[in-house]
């Protein structure tokens, strides 16, 4: 089975700094995609960025973009210029062919003014 | 606003009771996906529709099921409720069947006293 390990509970950053979120995953498959997703006190899940493991290129969406490593199964994401909006709860997911979102446990980012 | 929507927001009943939570996915998306979230489970897949077949199944209690009807709208049918099935039940869109990232509603917040 799959499985994604986010091993940051609780992460901080100061305002306009970077942070990077960790995230790793065990797979046998070839074929799937990974993304983050994050989660303000709203609750509602928000879509930040994906990636094909396909894709030897990092993905890159504004002040978010991901380090994929796919030999070591890893998935950062990194966060440039770090807004007081960017403070809520990020979700790593792994997609399989299946099509079953499979998620980690989550990252809580703080980020102080 | 993912486009997706999600009635109702909240629901609080008493165990034993059966409840029904209902799901619109985007305008053109034919999957349909559901996904609990609790405190102690993290966030869970349950099942997958595609334009109103069953596709694939999570960790989908025999005391709950689903179904996509024709307009593609979807139902997630609890029943037998125990304390235990508290939890935020998201619905979750997308274009295919396939790998393409999932679009999530707002969810419904379901207490069981």
């Known amino acids: 089975a799959q499985t994604v390990t986010q091993s940051q509970p609780e992460m901080s950053v100061q305002e306009a700094e970077t942070v990077t979120l960790s995230c790793t995953y065990d797979?046998?498959?070839?074929?799937?995609?990974l993304f983050w997703y994050k989660q303000p006190p709203s609750r509602q899940m928000i879509l930040v960025i994906r990636q094909e493991a396909y894709k030897q290129q990092n993905a890159t969406e504004n002040r978010f973009s991901v380090n994929f490593q796919k030999a070591a199964k890893s998935f950062s994401l990194k966060i440039s210029d770090s807004q007081l909006g960017d403070a809520a709860m990020y979700f790593c997911a792994y997609n399989n062919p299946a099509r079953q979102l499979t998620f980690g446990s989550g990252t809580q980012l703080t980020v102080l003014p | 606003d993912s486009g997706v929507t999600q009635t109702p927001k909240h629901l609080i009943t008493a165990t034993g009771q059966r409840v029904t939570l209902r799901c619109s996915p985007r305008s053109g998306d034919l999957s349909v996906y559901w996904y609990q979230q609790s405190l102690d489970q993290g966030l869970q897949f349950l099942i997958q529709?595609?334009?109103?077949?069953?596709?694939a199944k999570g960790n989908i209690l025999e005391r709950f099921s689903a179904q996509q009807f024709p307009d593609l709208h979807s139902e997630l049918n609890l029943s037998s409720l125990e304390l235990g099935d508290s939890a935020l039940y998201f619905c979750?869109?997308?274009?295919?069947?396939?790998?393409?990232?999932?679009?999530f509603g707002p969810g419904t917040r379901l207490t069981v006293l």
């Open positions: 979750a869109s997308s274009a295919g069947q396939g790998l393409d990232e999932q679009f």
């Open positions: 797979t046998s498959e070839s074929d799937y995609y």
């Open positions: 529709y595609y334009n109103g077949e069953e596709r």
